[in-house]
């Protein structure tokens, strides 16, 4: 079956450092994935959409890596901040259908 | 540009009670979904409207739950009758268009969601 995983458990970092987050999925042939912040209480808030012959991404602070070989995307955020402590969702879709999201990764950066 | 407006943002009912939410999309988004979430989990797509025409309902259950888009613009979500494990946030999203095409995205924006407990 198909499976998009992400570490259930809260990655806690120090600030100034880079926040690495990890979305592995099976079974699927996605041709884009994308990442949502989430803060509680509010709707998942889209940051970046990566396509399958993308290897890297950046937005300013923000970089994706997409591996379609090991089936694997990776999301840094650099020099974080408290303001970055949130969930970080990431999400799959082949062609034109609507995404699947993962649970989420909490992320806490710690000042 | 005002975001995607939801009502009620909590709701505390009873099972076997029914209970309706109302969501209002940003101006001219063609696009609405609806998205349950349970504690700990992702966002997962209840129903897609295009306009106000049905594209994706297949992971709505519809013995109880239905959803409908007069006029292509606000739209409900109603349970009826609610059991307990509907307990989730429910996310209302939109977009200019559905689907990625050519070089295009169309971004999915959400609403706040509003929490429904069922006792």
């Known amino acids: 079956s198909q499976k998009i995983e992400q570490n259930s458990e809260a990655l806690n970092i120090q600030e100034g450092k880079t926040a690495t987050l990890t979305c592995n999925y099976t079974n699927y042939s996605p041709a884009y994935l994308q990442w949502y912040r989430q803060d509680p209480g509010r709707g998942p808030v889209f940051l970046l959409l990566?396509?399958?012959?993308?290897k890297e991404k950046r937005k300013e602070r923000l970089k994706v890596t997409f591996d379609t070989t090991l089936k694997q995307s990776l999301f840094h955020i650099t020099a974080s901040q408290p303001a970055d402590s949130a969930t970080y969702l990431c999400?799959?879709?082949?062609?034109?259908?609507?995404?699947?999201f993962g649970r989420g990764t909490s992320l806490i950066v710690h000042p | 540009e005002a975001g995607v407006a939801q009502s009620p943002r909590y709701k505390i009912i009873e099972k076997r009670q029914s209970v309706a939410f109302w969501c209002n999309p940003i101006?001219?988004?063609?696009?609405l979904y609806w998205y349950q979430q349970i504690l700990g989990q992702g966002p997962k797509l209840l129903i897609q409207?295009?306009?106000?025409?049905?594209?994706?309902d297949s992971q709505l259950p519809k013995d109880r739950f239905s959803a409908e888009r007069l006029k292509g613009v606000d739209s409900t979500l109603k349970i009826q009758p609610a059991k307990l494990e509907d307990s989730a946030v429910y996310l209302c999203?939109?977009?200019?268009?559905?689907?990625?095409?050519?070089?295009?995205?169309?971004?999915?924006?959400f609403g706040p969601g509003t929490r429904l407990t069922v006792l």
């Open positions: 101006s001219g988004h063609a696009t």
């Open positions: 409207f295009q306009n106000n025409g049905v594209v994706d």
């Open positions: 999400a799959l879709a082949p062609g034109s259908y609507i995404p699947t």
């Open positions: 999203a939109s977009s200019l268009d559905m689907g990625v095409s050519g070089s295009s995205y169309n971004e999915q924006f």
């Open positions: 990566i396509r399958e012959n993308e």
